[in-house]
């Protein structure tokens, strides 16, 4: 009887399914990160058979020795992702493993773990960013990590997501950042059409090239603003390419009926070419008003 192990997917839909001695599981990986991926309703996991292929050699290893106890948390499915190449990684879907070697912002609080000798230290905004921020309540805290050695990051279990930047530019609110390189440019800037009236509407901008790490409240939609006028609710609004031109939209009477908000509702309005990403979630849902005497 094969050993549980992970082993090339019999499915053929991923690179590697978790055996667990007895069937195939619904655990999943893709160069080196793992998730979940039911089998086929068609096929239980028994009717795929026993498997006979050897050991892959890029299968997930648990790292130091399990001192005799059993269990999917010490049997190599979540074991930390084998990726040698420098800089971010998905370790899974809300986890971000960064191998160090060069230096990065991160936001501070995020780090959840970290392996070999890393540093860090706080990151001062600057005088300009810390009056926007007492202002407009946007703004980053963040840390300056480096040295050499991989760290995690995470952020309230939201979806993590990493983008590359080649001599461009993007605008994220700043609650959605989770990371980014030391190299990029970081400001926080109005959004274009907005004032500290409508409140909210300051983002993060970040130009140049290198990656940025942002997470999103559930699966995101990115939307091609180039197709059709584009309106997102500004509490739902994640980040956007730095190009699109912007202006804000007041539904005072559709308020309630729009967003989940009470009360004033804004919008933001793109135009231009370039995307749009909206998480489907816009924050709390605000409590009506008490009216007990």
């Given at each position: 009887m094969t050993a549980a192990q992970w082993l090339p997917d019999p499915t053929r839909r991923h690179e590697l399914r978790y055996w667990s001695g007895d069937?195939?599981?619904?655990?999943?990986?893709?160069?080196?990160?793992?998730?979940?991926?039911p089998?086929?309703?068609?096929?239980?996991?028994?009717?795929?058979?026993?498997?006979?292929?050897?050991?892959?050699?890029?299968?997930?290893?648990?790292?130091?020795?399990?001192?005799?106890?059993?269990?999917?948390?010490?049997?190599?499915?979540?074991?930390e992702s084998t990726a040698t190449a420098p800089g971010p990684s998905l370790q899974n879907a809300k986890l971000l493993r960064v191998r160090v070697s060069e230096p990065f912002m991160a936001r501070q609080g995020a780090m959840v773990a970290y392996q070999g000798a890393v540093n860090f230290a706080y990151q001062g905004g600057g005088a300009a960013r810390f009056l926007k921020k007492a202002l407009t309540g946007e703004g980053l805290s963040l840390m300056r990590v480096e040295g050499q050695g991989d760290?995690?990051?995470?952020?309230?279990?939201?979806?993590?997501?990493?983008?590359?930047?080649?001599n461009s530019g993007i605008s994220i609110n700043g609650a959605n950042v989770l990371a980014f390189s030391a190299s990029?440019?970081?400001?926080?800037?109005?959004?274009?059409?907005?004032?500290?009236?409508?409140?909210?509407?300051?983002?993060?901008?970040l130009r140049g090239t290198g990656w940025v790490a942002i997470t999103t409240d559930g699966d995101?939609?990115?939307?091609?603003?180039?197709?059709?006028?584009?309106?997102?609710?500004?509490?739902?609004?994640?980040?956007?390419?730095?190009?699109?031109?912007?202006?804000?939209?007041s539904t005072a009477t559709a308020g309630a009926l729009i967003g989940r908000g009470s009360g004033e509702a804004f919008q933001v309005a793109?135009?231009?070419r370039g995307f749009v990403i909206v998480q489907p979630s816009e924050g709390p849902t605000v409590p009506p008003h008490s009216h007990g005497g």
């Open positions: 069937a195939w599981t619904e655990h999943v990986a893709d160069e080196g990160v793992q998730a979940v991926d089998l086929p309703t068609h096929d239980d996991a028994a009717g795929l058979g026993e498997p006979a292929e050897p050991v892959d050699e890029h299968v997930p290893v648990a790292r130091g020795g399990s001192g005799g106890i059993t269990g999917d948390l010490v049997d190599g499915r979540y074991s760290v995690f990051l995470a952020n309230e279990g939201y979806k993590v997501h990493i983008l590359h930047l080649d990029l440019e970081w400001n926080v800037e109005r959004v274009r059409g907005g004032s500290i009236a409508a409140g909210g509407l300051f983002n993060t901008t995101p939609v990115v939307l091609d603003a180039g197709e059709a006028p584009t309106f997102a609710d500004s509490n739902a609004l994640v980040a956007w390419s730095i190009d699109l031109q912007t202006s804000i939209r793109f135009g231009g």
